[in-house]
């Protein structure tokens, strides 16, 4: 599977993005997605997930009621949208492709996407 993230750029604190992660080299959407971020000097974090069905979401607590993750497997994309962004939001954000074991864990999914960069100026 090949991803590529997208969506990502500057806004102000208050301010909404929505990043997209398009998949390609693969006929099956039975993956789960997962997002990271990884601000510099720290390291990757999990942001959220959604299973392949779209039904089974999770979310750090850090971005709960502020980010929504969803997916359309017919176009093989999945988004997140990022509302009431903080400066502590700004980081790379990564998309990722896995089998759903240990969706909440960098080391649960097998395919990344090269990073998309969020900026948020207080």
């Known amino acids: 599977v090949q991803l590529q993230a997208s969506g990502g750029g500057a806004v102000q604190a208050g301010g909404s993005l929505r990043l997209s992660c398009a998949a390609s080299?693969?006929?099956?959407?039975?993956?789960?997605m997962g997002w990271f971020r990884q601000a510099p000097g720290k390291d990757r974090e999990f942001v959220a997930t959604?299973?392949?069905?779209?039904?089974?979401?999770d979310y750090a607590d850090s971005v709960k009621g502020r980010f929504a993750v969803s997916r359309d497997n017919a176009k093989r994309t999945g988004y997140l949208q990022m509302n009431s962004l903080k400066p502590e939001d700004t980081a790379v954000y990564y998309c990722?492709?896995?089998?759903?074991?240990?969706?909440?864990?960098?080391?649960?999914?097998?395919?990344w996407g090269q990073g998309t960069q969020v900026t948020v100026s207080s």
């Open positions: 990722a492709a896995g089998s759903g074991f240990r969706p909440m864990a960098v080391g649960g999914y097998d395919y």
């Open positions: 080299g693969r006929t099956s959407t039975r993956y789960h």
């Open positions: 959604i299973n392949w069905t779209g039904h089974r979401k």
